[in-house]
């Protein structure tokens, strides 16, 4: 029977996985042409009667479309920090612009943003538009901050250009970094969805494996459809009669369900991403395998801005709220230890943020592989842990 108190707390951490579950990867496609931009620079300094120095910030978020649910979550947690901006020295004024959910509305958006004399632009979400959207802002005197890279492909890194979340190639480093170093695996193994996703993953996860110190051995690396689960489970099972130790697995729900089956009753440790973080796939380890399986997905908010959001919306804030909130506190930060509004010194002076009150815990801006993002905004290792008094398991244990 179990007690109402383990009753409680299943309820309680089950509610703490809903936000975490992932989705399927944009698949990376671009338009190929896209409007003209106007090449003419944002002013450098504009002054008020009051004598404060105006800073102009515009976001380019979906508020109709698709993505519109995400847009609109980006929104209430960046309205919070909105709300909560003193300030003696500047006079910050807001554009909301809607991209539609599509790559040439995010593309306008941030036409019409630049053009309109914005010193520094928010967004956009869809991996697609950021894709596209990268090398164009990095070729233009404007500093654009992207709540989350996720799937997207940042060819090009400008240096006026900030993320709060990494991409999801960090998810390959973390698992690479916990199978190597800290648990001293040395045969690795990568399964992956085919095209540019799956690949990014897999080659991060391998630069990590085999650069930690007596680095550890690639097996194999296979790129598997996604909508062949029986294929994702033979192929684990064939690499731990190999030996391998350590096998990360870049797949959607099923294909890592038949993965966490297979390594029962092997010495194989699997790693998987915010793809496959289902109920389902935990169960399929049970019930001697369940130490060796481990995810890795985005941090959640927490803190004083979780309060807050509680208490305007009734409600847990998801990932991106956190996101939207970091995305102005960045900002508006960055303007703080800034001498004037333009893009260069505005950019370096975010570069130098840190004790950032973050929707993720107190952070700092970091560069990783040339990317600039908020530490405390990326990817954590999530463990099993076992619900008190019951024969149940859910994702719990952070690292």
């Known amino acids: 029977m179990i007690s109402s108190f383990a009753r409680a707390s299943a309820l309680m951490l089950l509610l703490i996985v809903a936000p975490l579950t992932g989705c399927p990867p944009d698949d990376g496609s671009v338009p190929q042409a896209f409007p003209t931009l106007d090449e003419s ?64 509305g995010a593309m306008a958006a941030f036409r019409a943003c630049f053009n309109e004399g914005h010193h520094i632009i928010i967004g956009p979400v869809h991996p ?69 996703f799956g690949e990014g993953l897999r080659d991060a996860f391998s630069k990590e494996f085999l650069e930690a110190e007596e680095g ?34 870049v797949g959607p729900p099923e294909p890592s369900r038949a993965v966490a089956k297979a390594v029962r009753g092997t010495k194989t440790h699997a790693w998987f991403i915010d793809w496959a973080m289902h109920p389902p796939v935990l169960d399929a380890a049970a019930p001697d395998a369940r130490a060796q399986v481990h995810w890795v997905n985005r941090a959640l908010p927490r803190g004083e801005f979780e309060v807050a959001y509680r208490d305007r919306h009734q409600a847990k804030p998801e990932y991106p709220a956190g996101a939207g909130y970091d995305a102005v506190k960045l900002a508006t930060l960055a303007v703080a230890g800034s001498k004037s509004n333009w893009h260069e010194d505005i950019s370096a002076a975010l570069r130098k943020v840190d004790n950032l009150p973050s929707a993720f815990g107190t952070a700092q801006v970091v560069e990783e592989g040339g990317i600039v993002f908020v530490d405390a905004a990326g990817y954590r290792l999530i463990e099993p842990v076992p619900l008190p008094d019951t024969n149940e398991w859910v994702f719990g244990g952070f690292e």
């Open 128 to 196: 697609a538009a950021i894709t596209a959207l990268i090398p164009v802002a990095a070729s233009h005197d404007v500093v654009l901050i992207i709540p989350e890279l996720g799937a997207a492909v940042p060819s090009t890194w400008g240096p006026s250009m900030a993320a709060v979340a990494p991409p999801a190639t960090e998810m390959g480093r973390i698992a690479g970094n916990s199978a190597r170093r800290a648990r001293g695996l040395r045969k690795g193994a990568v399964l992956h969805v085919p095209k540019v």
């Open 41 to 104: 620079a944002t002013p450098t300094v504009t002054v008020v009667d009051d004598d404060k120095l105006i800073v102009r910030i515009c976001t380019i978020l979906p508020s109709s479309g698709p993505s519109k649910d995400v847009g609109a979550e980006i929104r209430r947690g960046a309205d919070i920090a909105r709300s909560a901006i003193e300030s003696s020295k500047h006079t910050f004024q807001w554009t909301d612009k809607d991209t539609k959910s599509t790559e040439p």
């Open 216 to 249: 550890g051995t690639m097996v194999d690396t296979r790129e598997l459809a996604p909508d062949s689960p029986q294929s994702w489970g033979a192929a684990a099972k064939e690499l731990a009669s190999q030996g391998v130790d350590a096998l990360f697995v």
